[in-house]
């Protein structure tokens, strides 16, 4: 009995497989997966797996697989011109080996040690208007024949359909990331405002590094806007295309904090039901931002180093080497220098984020920006429609330019939605102010902290009540608050009070 074709064997389910391929555009790993499986089950092949080459390695890189040792086979690479694969890479042509151990282009080293016996392999190379992208290899025939010229023919249109849903997938990522970056410059609440010389000695300073490809540190207390620093940097540097990736370091729990930057695979841990890309994936060929850097455990620090010295990186539960191409930019509300005398944070990884540092000074350092920023607060209301032509009263700007504002930029926006919302719509008033007197404020202006910036903030409140109920004098404050004097003077330094604050 005539045994089937190739050609017999590419059926309408086939052709089903493939026009599946379109509908997983956004998705390159599921849309890898199906191509190979597809191919494998054309060929009746055992084992099969897709590589796609590394342009920053020049190395190939096992992206899917089929067969029993699908997963294992992840953790190797194969470099231009070894083995069957390799060559058919170098060379971009086709190769169809009836007997590989007999080959001189065969290797044995990757099926030795995942203790697999290979005999026949067809190898195609996948091209992009002759550009080799990669290859997709079969082993050994279901029914332990050989592969046949009949086998090559077919697979060599197969892969032509595979390279281009590929390179399809990829340009529908890169217009969804470039998307995203349209919008995160369209959707930035709002810019660096000010027209103090503090504040454009910062800007200068962004905008010089924003070419470069150093890392930046920026520095400040809470509020002052760290991340809306770090986005004009991005958006002012060479990726501004691409989507900058952003997380606070602090808002995730020690124990989740390695997926989220480095991803995982699916099964890596209780609870993973699926395949999770990481930030650091997600930000290849971008920024990305690193937020509360201080608030990273030892462990994580050291991971993290190991990748911005080696430029690698694993999934949580992987074993499939990743190369990303990111600018990273870290902030912080600490003095790393002090973090670093205490052993909190490493002094080796410190250095490595602290190429360019900027620091934005706190709103009481720059108080004459105070008017613009008012200003800028009300329009941003007006033209979301939560107010009308309300304006801002001169005693109203005289509490704002008189309060210390610890909450900083924050703070201050804060302020003045609560008074154009609980105002009377034409004109923010003194009292409308979530400010008790010049240096202290209510519940209210607590909204958007974090609870250790609430403490912070209530903590430096209260020191200011005591200190001008007491006329200035801490001795009279520090016994009214229950401490020693020398207490009090380290907390008014470590505050930043000054003298005129509880005059």
């Known amino acids: ?129 002759d550009r080799v992208i990669g290859a997709m290899e079969f082993i050994n025939k279901e029914d332990d024949g050989a592969f046949n010229s009949s086998d090559m023919e077919l697979l060599a249109v197969f892969a032509d359909l595979a390279a281009v849903a590929i390179t399809n997938a990829r340009k529908f990522r890169q217009v969804e990331q470039e998307n995203a970056g349209l919008k995160q410059e369209l959707d930035l609440d709002h810019p660096i405002i000010g027209k103090s010389g503090v504040i454009r000695k910062v800007m200068s300073e962004a905008l010089k590094v924003a070419d470069s490809q150093a890392a930046v540190l920026i520095t400040g207390e809470s509020g002052t806007g760290k991340e809306l620093l770090a986005r004009m940097i991005h958006l002012a540097s060479p990726r501004r295309d691409r989507l900058m990736i952003a997380l606070n370091c602090a808002a995730i729990p020690e124990t989740l904090l390695e997926g989220e930057l480095f991803g995982h695979e699916k099964g890596a841990f209780t609870g993973a039901d699926a395949k999770k890309t990481g930030k650091f994936e997600l930000a290849d060929e971008s920024t990305i931002f690193l937020d509360e850097i201080a608030e990273m455990i030892p462990s994580m620090q050291a991971k993290l180093l190991r990748v911005l010295q080696d430029g690698v990186f694993y999934r949580v539960g992987g074993n499939t080497p990743l190369y990303v191409d990111i600018r990273i930019i870290s902030a912080t509300n600490k003095d790393l220098v002090k973090e670093v005398e205490t052993g909190k944070f490493r002094q080796d990884l410190y250095y490595r984020l602290n190429v360019v540092k900027v620091h ?66 034409e004109t923010i008033l003194p009292e409308d102010l979530p400010i008790l007197q010049p240096g202290l404020r209510t519940l209210d202006a607590f909204s958007g902290l974090t609870y250790a910036e609430a403490v912070d903030a209530f903590k430096k409140d209260f020191i200011l009540m005591n200190l001008k109920n007491a006329g200035g004098k801490r001795i009279k404050a520090a016994s009214a608050m229950g401490l020693q004097r020398s207490y009090l003077s380290r907390l008014i330094t470590h505050f930043g009070i000054e003298n005129k604050s509880w005059k």
């Not at 590394?54 to 294992?72: M, Y």
Request: glycine share 6%.
């Open 1 to 129: 009995m005539k045994q089937p074709t190739a050609d017999m064997n590419f059926s309408i389910d086939h052709l089903r497989d493939i026009s599946a391929w379109v509908s997983h555009a956004h998705d390159l790993t599921h849309l890898l997966e199906l191509i190979l499986e597809t191919g494998a089950r054309i060929m009746r092949a055992k084992a099969s797996s897709l590589l796609l080459l590394n342009p920053k390695t020049g190395k190939l890189q096992f992206r899917v697989a089929t067969g029993r040792n699908r997963e294992e086979i992840k953790k190797f690479e194969v470099k231009m011109g070894e083995g069957i694969v390799g060559n058919v890479v170098q060379t971009g042509k086709p190769l169809l080996i009836p007997d590989a151990p007999k080959d001189p282009r065969w290797s044995s080293h990757i099926s030795d040690q995942l203790g697999f016996k290979t005999r026949s392999i067809v190898c195609v190379p996948l091209k992009i208007n």
């Open 360 to 425: 934005i000074p706190p709103l009481r350092e720059r108080k004459e920006d105070i008017p613009l920023l008012a200003e800028y607060f009300v329009d941003q209301f007006k033209r979301k429609k939560i107010a009308h032509g309300i304006t801002v009263s001169q005693a109203a700007m005289e509490r704002l330019m008189d309060y210390p504002w610890p909450g900083n930029v924050r703070e201050l926006q804060n302020a003045i939605e609560r008074a154009v919302v609980m105002g009377n719509g």
